[in-house]
């Protein structure tokens, strides 16, 4: 069984953490973040690392141990190096372009999406067949980027769509004569 909770959160160079009660704030060079753990779980700072215990033996409090150590660590990755999805778009006159904070998508429809920026995430078009989706709260940035790809989905039979970079799209076999 994984006992991710027993290693402790180091925390990197420029990257401070404040505890109070139950709630950790960690501050970094891209900005500020905080989690609120349960009562499962008791924090203690140590000197440059985080730890996170559990309060007893109880399968939720294992389960809460694992998770808020989890938290911890994406809080400070999130304020330190920050966090980042690419999207490729393939399919023939597919394209996105950013004017202000709205991303424009042509995307095979009788007009184009526009899709509004949320607060707290950046969105880029470096090239017409790209996007880039970063931030420092790796929820935020996941769903963002599932939002985008949800307007076209990569199709099966020719690979047409908005993918995740890297991302394998198993294809099928047309109709045969």
């Known amino acids: 069984m994984s006992r991710i909770g027993k290693k402790p959160v180091a925390l990197p160079k420029g990257v401070s953490a404040e505890i109070k009660g139950q709630t950790i704030e960690v501050k970094g060079p891209k900005g500020t973040r905080s989690f609120t753990a349960t009562d499962d779980v008791d924090l203690v700072l140590d000197e440059g690392s985080v730890a996170v215990k559990p309060r007893g033996t109880s399968k939720r409090a294992r389960q809460q141990w694992g998770m808020t150590r989890s938290m911890i660590e994406n809080l400070t990755v999130g304020v330190s ?97």
């Open 81 to 177: 190096e920050g966090f980042k999805k690419e999207l490729e778009i393939q399919g023939v006159g597919y394209r996105a372009t950013m004017q202000g904070k709205t991303l424009k998508l042509a995307l095979g429809y009788s007009h184009d999406v526009n899709f509004e920026t949320p607060e707290g995430v950046t969105i880029t078009a470096p090239k017409q067949t790209e996007i880039v989706v970063e931030g420092i709260d790796q929820q935020l940035v996941g769903q963002v980027a599932a939002n985008i790809r949800e307007w076209r989905r990569p199709e099966p039979y020719k690979g047409k769509g908005i993918r995740y970079k890297g991302e394998f799209v198993f294809r099928k076999e047309g109709k045969k004569k």
